[in-house]
C-alpha cells in the first residue's frame, strides 16, 4: 500500500510542482521509509523518476506541456494536451509493468554489478 501511496502522492504532485522540488521535498521521507521495508533502492529510484515524467506532462499544470505549447505557438493549449495522451498512456503502461515485474528495470543494473 506504500508503494500505492507513493504514486498517487507523486501523480498529485507532478500536476502542480516541477521536478527537482517534488524530489527535494519527498525523497527524505520516503527513500528511508520505503528501503526500510525492503524495497530496492534502484528500483524506487527508477519508479520515482518515471513519476515525475509522468507528473510533468499530466493536466492542468503539466509543466513539460506548457513548454511544448510554447514552442508551437500556432497550436491551442486543448490540442497540445491532447497530443501528450498517447505517450502519456505509454508511461502509465511502462510504469505498470515496472511495478509489477521490478526483475525488467532491475536486470541490466545487476548484469553490470556483477
Known amino acids: 500500500t506504500m508503494l500505492f501511496v507513493l504514486i498517487a502522492f507523486y501523480l498529485i504532485l ?7 522540488a517534488m ?13 526500510g521495508l525492503g524495497y530496492d533502492p534502484v528500483w524506487l529510484g527508477i519508479i520515482t523518476i518515471q513519476l515525475i ?12 506541456v506548457f513548454v511544448i505549447n510554447s514552442l ?21 503502461v511502462r510504469l505498470t509493468l515496472i511495478v509489477a515485474l521490478p526483475a525488467v528495470s532491475l536486470f541490466i543494473p545487476r548484469w553490470l554489478a556483477g
Do not use: C, H, Q, Y
Not at 520516503?30 to 528501503?35: D, Y
Not at 508551437?72 to 501528450?84: C, E, H, I, Q, S
Open 23 to 35: 524530489m527535494i521535498l519527498t525523497l527524505p521521507l520516503f527513500f528511508p521509509l520505503l528501503t
Open 72 to 92: 508551437a505557438k500556432d497550436v491551442p493549449m486543448l490540442d497540445t494536451f491532447r497530443g501528450v495522451v498517447p505517450f502519456l498512456i505509454s508511461d502509465v
Open 14 to 20: 507532478g500536476m502542480f510542482m516541477e521536478a527537482f
Open 53 to 64: 515524467s509522468i507528473g510533468l506532462v499530466t493536466p492542468p499544470v503539466g509543466l513539460n
